[in-house]
């Protein structure tokens, strides 16, 4: 008579706990804001070596096994934003090898995100093309904040998480206890950004700024479209970058009667004007 046997598989190496898979990774671009997320969260951000070949070139290697855990890699592509870029990239490509089992790639400032449609015959749509860029180096998901538009989330095959900035500014405005408000919308194209904001914003009424581009970073603004005579206009937008929208949009406002004007954005990229193009 055969006698039944009973084996005991020891697992050839050792199982990741779920509240031990959780890993954090820090490009160069704001090590502040991640070194803050990380004491947040009560944990170390991961080690990791960075190097530049005197060509230029990036080497990026984790310096912990990462194996079947949630990466999370923080690293928004602010200036300059081509390096940044290329360091997400290889950060990304170098944790999907390292057999990581998802990759969130947390990018507060999406670069590249204003071409986001053809507008004139021969462009590219960079905010595509960077979609396509991180999806292929081996992200499983996106984190961002107040992309250009809202249409970017459908450039990505991989989930896409996009929060927004407008609480905290929300917050800020209700504290200043303002009065006879009006929302407005540094363009025609911020419209939907503003009119949200208005609705949140005890519903006040909105305004838009008919503006016109002649070249890139430089804004020539027109007219106003809605009352803004003796009120407080609060200006939207997703960024600043030269801040000549802004500025300009500012001085329109106050000419045309607003008693005050407030400028909220979520991105302060706050470029040079000489390096603005031509």
Do not use: W
């Amino acid at each position: 008579m055969i006698q039944p046997v009973t084996l005991t598989l020891q697992p050839t190496s050792p199982i990741v706990a779920d509240h031990d898979r959780l890993r954090l990774f820090s490009g160069f671009a704001n090590q502040r804001l991640s070194q803050e997320v990380a004491h947040y969260l009560g944990m170390d951000l991961g080690p990791m070596v960075r190097k530049q070949f005197a060509d230029g070139e990036l080497y990026v290697q984790i310096q912990e096994s990462i194996r079947g855990c949630d990466v999370y890699l923080i690293q928004p592509t602010c200036r300059p934003v081509n390096a940044h870029l290329m360091e997400l990239l290889i950060m990304i490509d170098a944790c999907r090898r390292a057999s990581a089992r998802q990759i969130t790639a947390v990018i507060p400032y999406y670069g590249y995100a204003r071409a986001d449609r053809k507008t004139a015959g021969r462009e590219s749509i960079t905010a595509k093309l960077v979609a396509n860029l991180i999806t292929q180096a081996g992200a499983s998901r996106i984190l961002a904040m107040d992309l250009h538009s809202a249409q970017i989330q459908g450039y990505f095959d991989i989930p896409v998480d996009h929060v927004y900035g407008s609480p905290t500014l929300l917050d800020y405005l209700t504290n200043k206890q303002l009065s006879d408000v009006v929302v407005v919308s540094p363009d025609v194209g911020g419209v939907a950004r503003a009119r949200a904001f208005a609705k949140k914003l005890n519903d006040a009424p909105l305004a838009i700024i008919d503006k016109r581009r002649q070249v890139h970073n430089v804004a020539e603004v027109m007219n106003v479209i809605g009352d803004v005579v003796g009120k407080t206009a609060v200006l939207v937008d997703d960024m600043i970058d030269t801040g000549s929208t802004i500025s300009e949009a500012a001085r329109l406002l106050r000419q045309e009667g607003a008693a005050q004007v407030y400028a909220c954005a979520t991105h302060a990229v706050f470029s040079p004007c000489d390096r603005a193009l031509v």
